[in-house]
């Protein structure tokens, strides 16, 4: 039975997340604000309004960092590593949250345990172990890592979605002679899209900022992502702030179009989640 709140409740709690958005808002805000500055207006004004925009600033950022090839291989790898673990992880989620079988709790806690494990503890252990595979350097060296070390959280949020459908889906399905990857795919699947949403989100932003393992695991510059190819940037472009401004700005536009694509699915989901809880 829900307790009805009281209204200093309500008040705390959207003052604190008011004043949290507006927190990481601010930078955000004057990072754009300053990518459409000239260096010496940003200079003597840093945090006043542009009085003339520069958008040439954008163009000049896009063909000094090379972010053509930079930004093609964020997206690859990105990608990739997303549909392998939103796949897996469904799949994984789905026979763990609607059958029973005897290994199934030491299976999740497997899955589970992924989760306590500092990713760039590992480090050194992928580094040789790409390297023995002959993988280093290679698109697979990046894709591989970002889908283990995605796949614990994927389950763990997709089979507590999953475990509280009823039983009576499956058992219509089979009924009408429906099989276990039909029930998957046109069933399960479809309903559990406000999850997925989430889980694609949180796999996506990970994935497009990661730094460290490409750093590590990437040495050629044609197949560097955002992220190193960003830091070059920043390292032979110190003195010009605004076109690094405009260079992250324009790393920051793919994640907001991905979360505003996403962003019903991902508000469905939380709604759900409430309920159930």
Known sequence: MMTKKSPLYYILAYSFLGLFAIFNIIPIFYMIVGSFKSEQEYAASPFAMPKVFEFSNYSKAWEIAKMDVYFLNSLIVTFASLIVTVLLGALAAFFLSRFEFKLRGATYSIFLLGMLIP????????????????????????????????????????????????????????????????????????????????????NFIYNWNEYLFALVLISSESLKTLPLGIANFVGIETASLTLQMAALTIALVPIIIFYLLLQKQLVNGMVAGAVKG
């Open 119 to 202: 990713i760039h503890a590992t480090l050194i252990p992928i580094f040789m172990i790409m390297k023995n595979m002959s993988l280093l350097d290679t698109y697979m060296s990046l894709i591989l890592p970002y889908t283990a070390f995605h796949l614990s959280l994927t389950i763990f949020i997709l089979e507590g979605f999953m475990r509280g459908f009823p039983r009576d889906l499956e058992e219509s399905a089979i009924m009408d002679g429906a099989g276990i990857y039909r029930i998957f795919w046109s069933i399960i699947l479809p309903i559990t899209r406000p999850a997925i949403a989430t889980v694609v989100i949180l």
